[in-house]
């Protein structure tokens, strides 16, 4: 069965720095996609980047990139220009290209000091 | 387009007692899921519905009955509140269309806040 560990409860960084958070994925499969959620105070979900397995270039928005290690079975995020307002909660999720079903990891506090 | 809502945002129940989380959403989606979120534990996958008509389980669906009603809609069900379902509910919908699928995301309603005491 795949599994997505996130091994960092929680993080910090100082606002305007650059912080990774780290996922690892277990699977068989070859064809996979891997997500990065946020969830704010408010609770409500957002994605923030997206990756396809058969892509072997790491996606981008904005502030947010990925660096994917297929090998490895490593989907990091990493955030530049730190800002307030990505204090929240963030998950790692997989889906295999063959299913319906997304597994989440079970997240990673960050917290962004002024 | 109000994406994905649900009702209610907050909830008490007793133990024992029965009550069904509504959700729907507007964005003409196939799939449907609801799922509990835990300290620590993630997001954790009740069931869903792939399509209008079927439902699965998943990781967690003890305790717990879904309706897909139409392609909208999808209600899940607790028929004896027990003390162990306090969580935070959330549902979720996906265009999932076919298995093939693509690298669709999740759209995630608010939240239902259950206590059951």
């Known amino acids: 069965a795949q599994t997505v560990t996130q091994s960092q409860p929680e993080m910090s960084v100082q606002e305007a720095e650059t912080v990774t958070l780290s996922c690892t994925y277990d699977t068989s499969e070859s064809d996979y996609y891997l997500f990065w959620y946020k969830q704010p105070p408010s609770r409500q979900m957002i994605l923030v980047i997206r990756?396809?397995?058969?892509?072997?270039q790491n996606a981008t928005e904005n502030r947010f990139s990925v660096n994917f290690q297929k090998a490895a079975k490593s989907f990091s995020l990493k955030i530049s220009d730190s800002q307030l307002g990505d204090a929240a909660m963030y998950f790692c999720?997989?889906?295999?290209?063959?299913?319906?079903?997304?597994?989440f990891g079970t997240g990673t506090r960050l917290k962004v000091l002024a | 387009n109000a994406g994905v809502t649900q009702t209610p945002k907050f909830q008490v129940l007793k133990t024992g007692q029965s009550m069904t989380l509504q959700c729907a959403q507007d964005m003409n989606h196939n799939s449907m899921y609801w799922y509990r979120q835990d300290p620590g534990m993630g997001l954790r996958l009740i069931y869903y519905s792939a399509s209008e008509g079927t439902t699965d389980k998943g990781e967690v669906p003890n305790g717990y009955n879904v309706s897909r009603l139409n392609k909208r809609e999808f209600s899940l069900r607790l028929e004896s509140a027990a003390p162990s379902q306090t969580s935070v509910y959330f549902c979720?919908?996906?265009?999932?269309?076919?298995?093939?699928?693509?690298?669709?995301?999740?759209?995630f309603g608010p939240g239902t806040r259950l206590t059951v005491t």
């Open positions: 990756q396809e397995a058969y892509k072997q």
């Open positions: 979720a919908s996906s265009e999932g269309a076919g298995l093939a699928g693509g690298p669709y995301e999740q759209y």
């Open positions: 999720a997989y889906r295999s290209g063959g299913t319906y079903k997304y597994i």
